[in-house]
């Protein structure tokens, strides 16, 4: 890391580097050893998820982990999964992405007033992280969303992500309950800090391939997202 890396460059370099939760690093790593045949060429990522995005992001898309075969290959969130088939065209068609197709962390990708995280940074069994493993990511976040100083909005994928961002509120004095604070898709709450949170169902195969979330519906989110952050 370069002298003149900002914060948020030696942040994701600190994530990328992370050896905490010893399960996790372990799985990681075994995936990427014996890969899946389809990608028996790829030289997997295999390490922690670094963040991407614009960092004068005004909306933060918030996820749940990367996926084994997907961003633990890749190195890029959503990318090179079936969540990041349905998300980034909807992230291109709202005006927040470069282009519709995400293929590796090489393929020309930007993002524009937007910044992806999740709460989880490694691939975990099963897309289940113990309560422990998201205890043990949770200062990532804490940290990064104090480097995003021109956040306004943070779109919320999934039940755990959600309250993962709740978990944050409540740490940072923003939130002392969680009274009326209920997730379902195009919920919408603010914070004391002023933040805007929207709720939204994940972008999984399990979601999008039986309608449960459909494009319309997604694009709806980020429509809304833009127009509270202030994008037009």
Request: hydrophobic residues 40%.
């Amino acid at each position: 890391m370069t002298k003149s890396a900002s914060p948020l460059q030696v942040l994701n370099a600190g994530i990328a580097g992370c050896e905490r939760c010893e399960r996790l690093r372990s799985y990681c790593a075994e995936v990427a050893r014996t890969r899946r045949r389809a990608y028996a060429e790829w030289e997997y990522w295999g390490r922690p998820v670094p963040s991407f995005g614009d960092e004068t992001a005004r909306v933060l898309v918030l996820g749940l982990a990367p996926g084994a075969h997907g961003s633990n290959r890749t190195g890029r969130p959503f990318t090179g999964d079936g969540s990041g088939e349905f998300l980034y065209p909807v992230l291109h068609e709202a005006g927040f992405a470069s282009q519709a197709r995400a293929e590796s962390r090489d393929d020309g990708m930007r993002l524009d007033g937007l910044w992806i995280s999740a709460v989880v940074r490694c691939a975990p069994p099963g897309n289940k992280p113990t309560v422990e493993e998201l205890r043990m990511c949770a200062s990532w976040l804490d940290e990064e969303m104090t480097l995003l100083a021109d956040l306004r909005v943070v779109v919320c994928l999934g039940r755990i992500a959600f309250d993962g961002l709740l978990g944050w509120a409540r740490r940072t004095g923003q939130l002392t309950g969680r009274a009326g604070f209920t997730f379902g898709h195009g919920a919408e709450f603010s914070l004391a800090g002023g933040l805007t949170v929207i709720a939204s169902y994940h972008p999984s195969l399990q979601n999008t391939n039986t309608g449960k979330l459909t494009r319309p519906m997604f694009l709806e989110i980020f429509k809304r997202a833009r127009v509270v952050a202030g994008l037009g």
